[in-house]
């Protein structure tokens, strides 16, 4: 996934929506959203991604499992993880953007 969430340009004005997450539909980071909560949110999808693959590891080790038999089901669960961890990286991305923009804006007001 690529990474081109909104940031804000060196002026201070916002930059045009980028997609947060992009299946059928784009999915964006609302300009107004607040850095923690992007970052609760990041460790909310990696503890699920995290879940889901320990789920699936444990699924896959026990022969009677569904998920042995039906090679399919760990397939869907394994490209929900992904997701997950696609989301988190947005997130990240978008505060580590926001961070140096705000770094940049320090370094021109002291020089």
Do not use: W
């Amino acid at each position: 996934m690529e990474d081109d969430t909104q940031t804000p340009d060196r002026a201070g004005h916002a930059a045009e929506p980028q997609a947060f997450l992009s299946l059928a539909a784009d999915y964006r980071i609302a300009a107004e959203s607040e850095s923690t909560s992007l970052m609760d949110d990041a460790a909310l999808f990696l503890e699920c991604a995290c879940e889901s693959v320990s789920a699936l590891a444990a699924g896959l080790e026990d022969e009677t499992s569904p998920m042995r038999t039906n090679p399919k089901s760990a397939a869907v669960m394994l490209c929900g993880v992904r997701r997950f961890i696609e989301m988190a990286m947005s997130n990240v991305g978008m505060v580590n953007r926001r961070l140096i923009a705000l770094k940049r804006n320090d370094l021109d007001e002291d020089g």
